[in-house]
């Protein structure tokens, strides 16, 4: 059965540095998607990056960046020069190409502090 | 555009009454996805349906709880005689279908307590 694992409860940074969120994943299939999602504290739950398995090059949005290491199972979620505004949590996702369809399954996710 | 819209935004119901959570998908998506959430549990799945059809409903509770999509342009859980571990934040979200059009976006959630 597919499974997502973020094990940083939380993290603090200083506005304008670089954090590394971690993300390890389990599947059977050989064809699989992991997404990056940003909860803010109102409760909107927004879509920020996605890494498709079968693509070799980090996926880049803005000041979102992945880094995929298919080895490991490890898909990293990097936000380069974070502002205040970055404060949220943020879910890991992975869907599975087999037989799983289009159901996605989440991570219990990563709360980020961004201090002035 | 307008995205995945959920009424209704908060509901508070007594033991034992019913609840209805409506979702309107993003016009031309054909996927509808329910998710619970709550602090103990995360983000759990619950059902989803591909073009009105039920796909996939491991997540739901086997009773109390169903899932319908009539048309295309709504979709609605349903939850008979809550109970007050039903008490959750409800989201529903909708993608398109195939190989990178799948990433599922998703409404601002019904906020449920059962008392």
């Known amino acids: 059965a597919q499974k997502v694992t973020q094990t940083q409860t939380s993290i603090s940074v200083m506005e304008k540095t670089t954090v590394t969120m971690d993300c390890v994943y389990e599947?059977?299939?050989?064809?699989?998607?992991l997404f990056w999602y940003k909860q803010t504290a109102s409760g909107e739950i927004v879509f920020l990056i996605r890494?498709?398995?079968?693509?070799?090059e980090n996926a880049t949005v803005g000041h979102y960046s992945l880094n995929f290491q298919k080895p490991k199972s490890s898909i990293g979620l990097i936000i380069t020069a974070t502002q205040i505004e970055d404060s949220a949590v943020y879910f890991c996702?992975?869907?599975?190409?087999?037989?799983?369809?289009?159901?996605?399954?989440f991570g219990s996710g990563t709360r980020l502090l961004v201090s002035p | 555009n307008a995205g995945v819209i959920q009424t209704p935004r908060h509901k508070v119901t007594g033991k034992g009454q019913e609840a209805t959570l409506w979702c309107e998908p993003i016009?031309?998506?054909?996927?509808v996805f329910w998710y619970r959430q709550t602090i103990v549990q995360g983000l759990e799945f619950l059902t989803y349906?591909?073009?009105?059809?039920?796909?996939?409903d491991s997540g739901m509770p086997k009773e109390r709880f169903s899932a319908q999509m009539p048309n295309q342009s709504h979709s609605t859980l349903k939850i008979q005689s809550t109970q007050p571990q039903d008490s959750a934040v409800y989201l529903c979200?909708?993608?398109?279908?195939?190989?990178?059009?799948?990433?599922?976006?998703f409404g601002p959630g019904t906020r449920l307590l059962v008392l």
């Open positions: 996702a992975m869907r599975e190409g087999g037989t799983g369809g289009y159901k996605v399954v």
């Open positions: 016009s031309g998506h054909s996927a």
């Open positions: 979200a909708s993608s398109r279908l195939g190989v990178g059009q799948d990433t599922q976006y």
């Open positions: 349906f591909r073009n009105q059809a039920p796909i996939d």
């Open positions: 890494q498709d398995s079968y693509k070799k």
């Open positions: 599947t059977q299939d050989s064809s699989y998607f």
